[in-house]
């Protein structure tokens, strides 16, 4: 039988990158350290669809290319800053 804890291992462990197709695929928490910005705020511009995502069930992924695309759309108008 399966502890409390053990199940909020499971839970936490993030998988930062996934390769499909060839093509790698970030976390939300990763692009969110990349781009200099809250995980929740990348899940919002995901939501608002100023960017572009891959879902796999329940696990939202970005490519690089995107998010440096967001990058050079968004620093006009000052919304986004790499660290």
Do not use: H
């Not at 993030?14 to 929740?40: D, F, H, M, N």
């Amino acid at each position: 039988m399966q502890t409390i804890e053990t199940m909020k291992k499971r839970k936490t462990t993030c998988y930062p990158t996934r390769t499909i197709a060839g093509v790698e695929y970030w976390s939300a928490q990763k692009a969110a350290e990349y781009l200099g910005i809250t995980k929740q705020s990348v899940l919002n511009y995901a939501r608002r669809r100023r960017l572009t995502k891959l879902r796999l069930g329940g696990i939202v992924l970005f490519k690089q290319e995107d998010l440096n695309e967001f990058i050079n759309e968004s620093t006009d108008i000052g919304v986004a800053t790499r660290k």
